[in-house]
């Protein structure tokens, strides 16, 4: 548990970590114990690359699966846990900006909130954790001009970009924390402020979710621009956004917002036009993601019925084209795709994706 940089094998989203979720979910032990011992093989990292989708957060997550986690794991997580939330506060105290590593879901505080989330009991950071997501909902200053308190200094790539940027998408924007925050709502864990901070950032979606990310010119303009043709997605784009305002309608008894996500998901993964943006099968950007989504959705609906005849396109069209995938890990592979056709969820790997 100690190496701080660590192979690509200890990645949720590409290496034998992540595959191993699917062989634990199809209850084959033997070969997810193969791929948890290749992926520990060199060390389980738990330095600053360390997180829900990377190193012991990860190992974290995949071993709770099978019910395996293990004091030694979940030591190691808090240990990642303490000195991500010491790195917050010192860049709040410093009144600075944040970057999208701080918080986000891939890399950040989301993740391991929803991993502390995901723990049985609860576990006692994880109020910790909620709260400084609470605290993005706060505005900051940069440049002489007030920005949204999760506003980056740099673009979605980290380099430098001229007036910073919001992100949006589930995967590395906003919609994360949302999605987290309405999902320890749900099951009964607040802090202060935290309500307060779901409707900030649902209005906020609300006038800005049709974008990937919002740009210093867009916060300039009187009336919201029109949004750019973008795929419709899980990791970025409108499906994503719809799930975690859902999320939050439901957190909040918020009825027209949950039907107006619904609506909202519906309408997209009907229309041909934005069907035809979808160019693989993968969880993160494909098929595989959008069928796992609607389910989540539908399940959640009033009028789950609305939904069947989607999810039946969506599996048709990944069960065509999951084999062409050419990597096998999770996120942009054949384990994940898989696991969106099997269409089980019985040991909540859809929680590494804040779709449950």
């Known amino acids: 548990m100690t190496t701080a940089t660590a192979p690509r094998t200890?990645?949720?989203?590409?290496?034998?970590?992540?595959?191993a979720l699917l062989d634990i979910e199809r209850h084959d032990l033997s070969t997810a114990r193969r791929h948890l011992a290749q992926a520990t093989a060199r060390g389980v990292s738990t330095g600053s690359n360390a997180s829900l989708f990377h190193g012991a957060p990860a190992l974290e997550f995949v071993l709770a699966r099978a019910h395996a986690a293990s004091d030694d794991v979940r030591a190691a997580v808090d240990h990642v846990v303490d000195a991500r939330l010491a790195a917050a506060h010192h860049r709040q105290a410093a009144g600075a900006l944040p970057h999208?590593?701080?918080w986000d879901l891939i890399r950040g505080l989301t993740g391991?909130?929803?991993?502390?989330?995901?723990?049985?009991?609860?576990?006692?950071?994880?109020?910790?954790?909620?709260?400084?997501?609470?605290?993005?909902?706060?505005?900051?200053?940069?440049?002489?001009?007030?920005?949204?308190?999760?506003?980056s200094p740099v673009g979605p790539d980290?380099?430098?970009?001229?007036?910073?940027?919001?992100?949006n998408g589930m995967a590395h924007g906003i919609a994360g924390p949302l999605a987290v925050l309405a999902l320890a709502l749900r099951a009964g864990v607040s802090v202060p402020g935290q309500e307060e901070a779901v409707g900030t950032f649902t209005t906020w979606l609300d006038r800005h979710g049709a974008h990937y990310w919002v740009t210093a010119a867009h916060l300039d303009?009187?009336?919201p621009s029109a949004a750019e043709p973008g795929r419709p997605s899980w990791c970025y784009g409108q499906p994503g956004i719809?799930?975690?305002q859902q999320l939050a309608a439901l957190a909040l008894g918020d009825t027209a917002r949950?039907?107006?996500?619904?609506?909202?998901?519906?309408?997209?993964?009907?229309?041909?036009?934005?069907?035809?943006?979808?160019?693989?099968s993968t969880l993160c950007h494909g098929w595989a993601g959008l069928l796992t989504l609607t389910r989540a959705v539908a399940a959640d609906s009033p009028a789950p019925a609305r939904f069947t005849p989607i999810t039946a396109d969506l599996h048709q069209r990944l069960a065509?084209?999951?084999?062409?995938?050419?990597?096998?890990?999770?996120?942009?592979?054949?384990?994940?795709?898989?696991?969106?056709?099997?269409?089980?969820?019985?040991?909540?790997w859809t929680r590494v994706l804040l779709l449950t």
């Open 100 to 102: 999208l590593a701080e």
């Open 10 to 19: 200890q990645d949720l989203s590409e290496g034998a970590l992540g595959m």
């Open 158 to 167: 980290g380099k430098e970009m001229t007036g910073g940027h919001g992100n």
């Open 221 to 223: 303009a009187s009336q």
């Open 320 to 348: 065509a084209d999951w084999e062409r995938l050419p990597k096998p890990g999770f996120m942009e592979g054949r384990a994940g795709a898989q696991l969106a056709l099997k269409g089980t969820d019985t040991t909540g």
């Open 242 to 244: 719809a799930r975690a």
């Open 258 to 280: 949950r039907q107006a996500a619904e609506d909202t998901v519906e309408t997209l993964l009907t229309d041909p036009l934005q069907l035809a943006r979808i160019t693989d």
């Open 112 to 151: 391991l909130a929803a991993l502390l989330l995901d723990r049985r009991p609860t576990a006692p950071r994880l109020p910790d954790v909620l709260t400084c997501l609470v605290a993005l909902a706060h505005p900051g200053r940069s440049d002489g001009r007030m920005l949204p308190g999760w506003w």
